[in-house]
């Protein structure tokens, strides 16, 4: 993977080279205007090498990965690359600081103040020497790199990938006699093969490596080709060529004796022909294993005629973007195995020769430990079940291979086929989206990924790159949506607006993962529960995830992290009263630093002097106030305070013109019940000048010019904003209109009393998906229900939270009218007594809290309202007196609660038979829980 540091380093010049950079170069280092250009034409050079090496190792890598020289020329390459960022990173450093009146810090911290001249002259020396052995290096690949593997030519590399995949998609094939838990899938492509159907038909088997899709499709061809005229089975590697796949479907086909000519000889539009003249009269079944582009298909749909004889064509694919060449109802998705047929698997290869397959009841809790590790993935646990097969069955023998099964998946030679598999899909993953697989391998086991927070990281750590018009969040979500759809995340939660929320990484792809990570020095988690050795390896890794630490955590960052370009630290109860002092003192070059959680309390001076800082993360801390320094971190991305304690900000942070996403809210009430359950902070001047600003939580409004000012801040996407008075609606309403890309909106007034008159958002910015308003609302009706469209069907709302408006008439008949809400959550915002919903209300609604109304005293739901509804949670409506009616009429509802409810009201649930056949929960007001 050094294609992918390379990749970073050559962003990390592009910036030394950039125009802000050479006009800042230039202006301070007037007299020293030789040494500048010829640095700067050596970085230019190496910018040039490392563009062609990139290239170079991209198309190499695959085929060399077995190639002992290779590797250790990799390793060199990758190791000189890291000492050249390095050397970038001390040139930004010198001109981001020439300016600084703070260069007197260096010597409170045991540095000298840089000799402007002597800088230069050592930078430019380095870069030389770095120039110089990057030659050196290309040289000695020449004289040594292809001695050793004997794979210089294109043609041998692309049969050496091609018989891979082969080998690979063969051993696959012998599997499907192990098949469990797939009759039902087996079934639907019985049908869809033999229905009545004479149109050609494309069918699609989908999922992650190893769930055995091609051992699924070898089950089904060798049971139903019989019934076609004709039937060829064709392995596709990424790497295909059309010619090759068009001369093994002649073969398999069996046409070599009905063409004459030697089909070697022939062009790919002859082959073409051949085989579109021969099908043509043939009712023919094609089966296109492990097929990784839709352009792999395409290319050969002019030799698949459809010719109206029920021909059909299987795909078996990693790829979303492949399935999707079949109709959705021909599409099968495979998911991991159930517990259940997990262990059915495993027994049934472990212990063939037992009648019943019975593992012995010795073994049983080791067994089921290993298994639960395999995460019901087919293949693994077929090859762990093998390998357990020809081991002795003691329960020493199985407690060695539990403890040792993450050693085993990437050492032992008979699970290489587990290895391979599952490697292709990185293998054949573009450069840019290597480092974000990676990079989600450093968190723990089961780790519940957050779309919006990793995303920031990635574009803090650089591995985001500029598309049109594009910001890089958005870039990198379609990143994010890449690596799912290729099926090396698993989706978990989608939000109300349907985009990823969370998702999670296989265990066996993180364990594959994990060791990439390793051999790559492209980061390194840590648990003092699973520490072997050093705290690093001086194998200068970049990145360090810490998941939990003793009490050496000082000691061990001290002496191991001045390379360090990222720090995420997710343990809470870390030891945390000097660390990042520690941080800022050690890790000069570091982009991220995250310590959400950690009881920190103030942040030290020297904070400023991390120039390279990007994301700073200190949510849940108990941070009051940001040291002026701050004002220095000139290329700072995101500062992440939420739910801290912090009371202000210095009136520098406006100087902070490249941030993109700032919170700052003091927690005042972490269940959000209270009025003021936060608080912001007021930005006193300056405001406009952060133009990039897509996210800001939350704003303490000072004074109406204060809410006029926001109205330059026109990349906002997300903005929560506290203190808002009536008299200031006007001029915010008048901002938030000029935020053509706002998508998430939250107005929280300054008192109970105080009314929002918002009709200057009437109708409501058409990009506006959530919409969160705090305190009483004027003409709530005509505000309520209306839409940017004529018809609120095409409107992007899908969320909407009322807290306080103590309404007085019914919400419901104008909020029914945004057909497209997902989510609605209501707390303290309706006096009255009643709720109804109505037939065709809300049908796309999945979510419903109702909080906090306790003169509330009847729930009416008629059968057609909500028919999507999953789940329902009435929080503290004391004045309830009977379970909702027609709550038996919302067939999708899954989560039922009643929270903080009365002993007579719970005695009414356990008496009323509509909820009976329903799964629901409770807690009662004393405080006492249970489950139902």
């Known amino acids: 993977m050094a294609e992918a540091v390379i990749l970073l380093a050559v962003k990390k010049i592009g910036v030394a080279l ?38 170079f190792l991209s198309r190499m890598d695959v085929r060399n990965r077995n190639n002992q020289t290779y590797e250790i020329w990799v390793e060199e390459v990758r190791m000189l690359v890291h000492r050249i960022e390095d050397i970038v990173d001390d040139y930004l450093h010198l001109v981001g600081h020439k300016q600084d009146t703070g260069w007197g810090t260096y010597l409170k911290k ?6 402007v001249l002597f800088s230069l002259n050592r930078i430019a020396s380095s870069i030389k020497d770095a120039e110089a052995n990057l030659v050196h290096l290309f040289q000695a690949k020449e004289r040594w790199v292809w001695m050793a593997g004997g794979r210089a030519t294109g043609s041998k590399s692309s049969s050496y990938i091609i018989e891979t995949s082969r080998h690979l998609a063969n051993i696959s094939r012998s599997l499907d006699e192990d098949l469990v838990g797939v009759d039902e899938n087996i079934r639907k492509l019985h049908e869809w093969l033999t229905s009545d159907e004479l149109q050609r038909e494309v069918i699609a088997l989908h999922g992650m490596g190893g769930l055995g899709k ?15 005229e004709c039937h060829a089975w064709v392995s596709i590697s990424q790497t295909y060529s059309i010619k090759d796949v068009l001369k093994c479907l002649v073969t398999e086909l069996d046409l070599k004796k009905k063409i004459q000519g030697n089909i070697g000889d022939m062009d790919t539009a002859t082959l073409q022909n051949e085989l579109k003249k021969f099908l043509m009269d043939q009712k023919y079944l094609i089966v296109l294993d492990d097929v990784w582009v839709p352009e792999a298909v395409n290319d050969l749909f002019s030799v698949f005629v459809s010719n109206l004889k029920g021909s059909r064509i299987l795909v078996t694919t990693r790829i979303d973007g492949v399935a999707h060449l079949a109709f959705p109802d021909k599409r099968i998705t495979l998911e991991p195995l159930s517990e259940k047929k997990s262990w059915e698997l495993f027994c049934k290869t472990a212990f063939p020769r037992d009648k019943n397959h019975e593992c012995p009841t010795k073994l049983t809790e080791l067994a089921q430990q290993i298994v639960s590790k395999c995460e019901g993935l087919p293949l693994a646990i077929v090859s762990v079940g093998r390998l357990l097969f020809v081991r002795d069955k003691t329960k020493e023998e199985f407690r060695r291979i539990q403890n040792q099964l993450d050693w085993e998946l990437i050492n032992n030679p008979s699970l290489e086929h587990v290895r391979n598999i599952l490697y292709l899909s990185y293998i054949y993953l573009p450069t840019h989206l290597k480092s974000c697989f990676l990079y989600c391998s450093l968190f723990p086991e089961d780790y519940l990924l957050k779309r919006k927070k990793l995303i920031r990281w990635w574009v803090a750590e650089g591995f985001v790159e500029n598309r049109g018009g594009s910001t890089m969040e958005e870039v990198a979500e379609g990143y994010l949506m890449e690596l799912v759809h290729r099926n090396m995340l698993e989706l978990v939660e989608r939000n109300p607006f349907g985009r990823i929320k969370s998702f999670r990484m296989h265990d066996i792809v993180r364990e594959l993962a994990v060791d990439l990570c390793r051999r790559e020095c492209f980061g390194r988690s840590y648990s003092y529960e699973n520490k072997h050795g050093k705290f690093l390896e001086e194998k200068d890794e970049r990145r360090l995830v810490i998941h939990k630490l003793d009490k050496n955590i000082n000691q061990a960052i001290s002496s191991e992290c001045r390379s360090l370009r990222s720090l995420i630290i997710l343990d809470e109860g870390t030891p945390s009263s000097s660390l990042l002092h520690l941080v800022a003192d050690k890790c000069r070059y570091i982009s991220v630093v995250d310590l959400t959680g950690l009881p920190i309390e103030k942040i030290p001076d020297a904070i400023g002097d991390l120039f390279n800082l990007r994301h700073l993360g200190l949510r849940g801390s108990k941070v009051k106030h940001l040291p002026n320094s701050i004002e220095k971190l000139s290329n700072l991305l995101t500062l992440d305070l939420c739910r801290s304690e912090i009371l202000h900000v210095p009136d520098g942070i406006v100087k902070l013109t490249k941030l993109r996403h ?16 936060r608080t912001g902070i007021r930005i006193h001047k300056g405001l ?27 990349q906002m996407r997300s903005i929560r904003i506290w203190g808002v008075k009536g008299s200031y609606c006007e001029s915010l309403c008048e901002s ?25 958002l009437n109708p409501l910015p058409p990009n506006i998906q959530s919409l969160s308003l705090c305190g009483r609302l004027a003409e709530a009706g005509m505000f309520l229900g209306s839409s940017a ?25 104008s909020l029914s009218r945004w057909s497209n809400l997902t989510e609605l959550i209501m707390t303290r915002a309706y006096v009255g007594e009643q709720f109804v919903f109505l037939p065709g209300w809300f049908p796309n609604l999945k979510n419903l809290d109702l909080i906090d109304m306790p003169d509330l005293k009847r729930l009416e739901i008629h059968d057609g309202a909500m028919t999507n509804l999953q789940d329902l949670t009435l929080v503290n409506l004391s004045g309830l007196i009977e379970v909702p009616s027609g709550i038996e009429f919302l067939p999708t509802l899954n989560d039922l609660g009643f929270v903080e409810i009365t002993q007579d009201f719970f005695a009414a649930l356990c008496q009323c038979d509509r909820i009976g056949h329903m799964q629901w929960w409770y807690t009662i007001r004393e405080e006492t829980d249970g489950d139902l």
Request: a negative charge; hydrophobic letters at 35%.
């Open 18 to 55: 950039g125009n802000e950079t050479i006009n800042q170069a230039t202006s301070y280092f007037k007299k020293f205007v030789t040494q500048l250009t010829e640095l700067q034409g050596s970085m230019g050079r190496i910018k040039r090498e490392l563009r062609l090496m990139h290239e």
């Open 662 to 677: 700032l919170f700052i809210e003091k927690a005042n009430d972490l269940e959000a019940r209270t009025f003021l359950c």
């Open 789 to 813: 469209a004529e018809d609120q069907n095409n409107h992007s709302l899908h969320s909407m939270t009322l807290s306080w408006s103590q309404l007085v008439e019914d919400p419901f008949p």
């Open 736 to 760: 938030l209109q000029k935020m053509d890309f706002l998508s998430f909106l939250d107005i929280n007034a300054s008192g109970r009393e105080e009314v929002l008159r918002l009709d200057g």
């Open 214 to 228: 091609t051992a699924l499709a070898a089950n089904v061809y060798r049971n139903e080709r019989e019934k076609f």
């Open 688 to 714: 406009e000048k952060l133009t990039e600003l897509q996210t800001l939580q939350g704003l303490e409004v000072q004074d109406e010019g204060c809410l006029r000012r926001l109205g330059e801040l026109r």
């Open 110 to 115: 045991g540095f000298k103040r840089p000799n």
